[in-house]
Structure formats: structure tokens, C-alpha cells
Nanobody, 124 residues
Framework: QVQLAESGGGLVQAGGSLRLSCADS????????MGWFRQAPGKEREFVAV????????YYADSAKGRFTISRDNAKNTVYLQMNSLKPEDTAIYYC?????????????????WGQGTQVTVSS
């Protein structure tokens, strides 16, 4: 059973940083590929980043490359999203997600489990 809970969202000025965390209360965290999605007002949910089971492989949406870093700590059952150089267009609800496997095309990854989301607001 995967139960995901995000934290770390908030209000930040453009150019600032935030670190999101997502904790899994289950006991099989290391068996899951973990990732982050986001949904801005009036837009569809979009892929942000994904990390494989041991943390050795990561993939980012073009909008996140060079600014965001996904990582995981399997000992703590937690996945992180470090967001730097934030822009107003990064404003969204950020969702943690999990699945047993990856996708051939990372941006087409469709996880089975989702957290409740955490709001990130970037002011200009």
C-alpha cells in the first residue's frame, strides 16, 4: 500500500527556492518509481520529474531542466524536489506520484498512486 503525503509548498518570490518533500507511509517505498507532477490553474496536470527505484536515473520535463532536482532517500521513504530559480509560471499544485515501473517515454509515465498535492506560489 502506498500512501503519499507532500509538504514544503508555500509562497516564494521569483528567483527563490523551495524544497518539496513527499513521504510514503508504506513499507515498500524502494519498490516504486517516484515522481512529481504539477497542475496550474486552468491547465492540465503535467509531468515534472521522475526518479527510478534506487535513485540512479532521473528525467525532467524541459521546463524543469537545470532548475529542479529530484532525489530520494529510501531509508526515509521520502522523495524530494529541490526547486531553484523559481518563476511565476512555476505556480501550481505539485503532486507526488508513484508506480511500480517507468515508461519508455518518461513524459508519458502514468503513475498509479498520487498524493494530495501541495501549493507552490511564485510571486513576481
Amino acid at each position: 500500500q502506498v500512501q503519499l503525503a507532500e509538504s514544503g509548498g508555500g509562497l516564494v518570490q521569483a528567483g527563490g527556492s523551495l524544497r518539496l518533500s513527499c513521504a510514503d507511509s508504506g513499507r515498500t517505498f524502494s519498490s516504486y518509481v517516484m515522481g512529481w507532477f504539477r497542475q496550474a490553474p486552468g491547465k492540465e496536470r503535467e509531468f515534472v520529474a521522475v526518479v527510478t527505484w534506487g535513485g540512479g536515473n532521473t528525467y525532467y520535463a524541459d521546463s524543469a531542466k537545470g532548475r529542479f532536482t529530484i532525489s530520494r532517500d529510501n531509508a526515509k521513504n521520502t522523495v524530494y524536489l529541490q526547486m531553484n530559480s523559481l518563476k511565476p509560471e512555476d505556480t501550481a499544485i505539485y503532486y507526488c506520484a508513484a508506480a511500480r515501473s517507468t515508461a519508455a517515454i518518461p513524459t508519458q509515465w502514468r503513475p498509479a498512486y498520487w498524493g494530495q498535492g501541495t501549493q507552490v506560489t511564485v510571486s513576481s
